[in-house]
């Protein structure tokens, strides 16, 4: 109601010369700013004006109006990735969920399991916290391997990667770790996860799950992306306390205390546990992680 009026006040145009649909509008504020404010939103409907301006003087148009499907010939290509759910439940694919400066978003988790001599990669530009984290869910999943149906000698045979996604974007802290977790058990099992179903919590190397900071803004990214479930610590209860009823109402919101929980609602079926009774084959330290080398600090994700 106030800066597109401002708008085309500021350029010289009449209200008849120049309009937005609104479903360019939800776009542009979607995919081509990020801000707590709207500062950079004023800023792209002043560049819009200004365009329009420009063809309406080098053209016979008397109109030009903005919608979707234009919106980028406009704009150029999305700036921002509006968060979205998958399209279909996968195997090693995880919706976990961050906080950002700007609010929180859906954070997608792959893990692929090849042959190889038991090592782990973790690459998309994590930090410290984050990759020792997956360092703790590997170590928790191979303690845990016949409860969740793996054959320990399977972890000396495999090389696991572990990559998040969006590799220009720094990412750190550890409420990942129950995402990272149920990746692991997805693709070591062969069991998809639920696409619905996002998570949220740190894990401890006995199955712990502790709180996480930003719980509203996480959950706010889940109810953008069209996330149905939301698992997130018990501890994290009291501050629901703090999040409007319109968004607990839409989102099927389950504390959780143990990786069990986690694990028996994300997977699309429960891992089935088996006997295994120790052999000659040595055991071995969990590898170590690997990832390429972080250069330079920039403004990034926070699982925390």
């Known amino acids: 109601k106030h800066l597109i009026p401002h708008a085309i006040t500021k350029h010289g145009l009449d209200v008849k010369e120049w309009a937005i649909t609104d ?20 800023r792209e409907l002043s560049s819009l004006a200004r365009k329009a301006v420009k063809q309406l003087m080098l053209s016979k148009e008397k109109t030009v109006r903005v919608t979707d499907a234009n919106l980028s010939d406009f704009l150029g290509v999305p700036k921002f990735r509006f968060g979205e759910v998958e399209a279909e439940d996968q195997i090693g694919v995880v919706t976990g969920l961050a906080w950002t400066e700007v609010g929180g978003e859906l954070l997608t988790i792959e893990a692929a399991m090849m042959p190889g001599k038991g090592r782990m990669t973790v690459t998309g530009n994590l930090r410290d916290v984050m990759k020792e984290s997956i360092s703790a869910a590997a170590s928790y999943v191979r303690s845990r391997a016949v409860d969740f149906g793996i054959e320990p000698p399977l972890f000396d ?8 996604p969006e590799g220009a974007t720094p990412k750190d802290g550890p409420s990942a770790g129950v995402a990272m977790v149920t990746a692991i058990v997805s693709v070591m099992t062969g069991i998809p996860t639920r696409r619905d179903v996002a998570m949220t919590g740190e894990i401890t190397l006995r199955g712990r799950v502790l709180p996480i900071g930003g719980l509203k803004e996480k959950l706010l990214a889940a109810l953008r992306g069209g996330i149905k479930t939301v698992l997130i610590p018990e501890e994290n209860v009291k501050d629901l306390t703090d999040i409007s009823d319109s968004v607990k109402n839409s989102l099927e919101i389950i504390p959780v205390s143990r990786m069990d929980e986690v694990i028996s609602r994300a997977l699309t079926r429960a891992p089935e546990p088996i006997e295994w009774e120790e052999t000659s084959v040595k055991p071995e330290e969990t590898p ?12 990034g994700l926070t699982a925390h």
């Open 23 to 42: 479903e360019a509008l939800l776009t542009l504020i979607r995919r081509y700013t990020r801000e707590a404010g709207v500062r950079n939103l004023e």
């Open 157 to 164: 045979k495999r090389d696991i990667h572990v990559h998040v």
């Open 288 to 299: 170590a992680v690997e990832t390429p080398p972080v250069e330079e600090e920039v403004p």
